[in-house]
């Protein structure tokens, strides 16, 4: 009876990551080569200039300002300061913290709920907006995801 309890828990531990690992997947992510991907497609970039979409149209950039700015200059947010950036998206102030690295270098980034929006690598934390912007205004989001995550 012993080993029954003993090996359902083990498969039950096997399942909860299973199950962790898929929703980690629904999670866009940055790499360490700044490439941006949603569901393990490559959407665009973050490279010195700024933010670029995947036929290579810059998106946004950081200005001297230290003001993440669209392609048209408007002034979109604000660049991380002591783990945080701010995002303006339709009027509104949005919120978001950058954690400390793991092991691998990736940072978790959320946003005002505490919800998980995107994994960061470290090397990228001065242009998370970019990297949010690109995401969620639909600048290098796939057609088919738009509706999905728009604010």
Aim: aromatic letters at 8%; a positive charge.
């Amino acid at each position: 009876m012993k080993n029954v309890i003993l090996s359902m828990s083990f498969v039950l531990i096997a399942l909860s990551n299973v199950f962790a690992q898929k929703s980690t997947n629904m999670i866009p992510k940055v790499d360490y080569k700044g490439h941006i991907y949603y569901e393990k497609k490559q959407i665009g970039s973050l490279t010195p200039k700024g933010g670029v979409n995947n036929a290579g149209k810059l998106v946004t950039k950081i200005d001297g300002n230290g003001n993440i700015v669209d392609d048209k200059g408007k002034v979109l947010g604000k660049a991380p300061k002591n783990g945080t950036f701010v995002y303006y998206s339709n009027g509104k102030e949005e919120n978001y913290t950058i954690g400390e690295p793991v092991h691998n270098g990736m940072c978790e980034v959320k946003n005002a709920k505490g919800e998980v929006v995107m994994l960061l690598h470290n090397n990228y934390k001065q242009q998370a907006a970019c990297a949010v912007h690109c995401l969620y205004e639909n600048h290098c989001m796939p057609s088919d995801k738009m509706a999905e995550h728009k604010h």
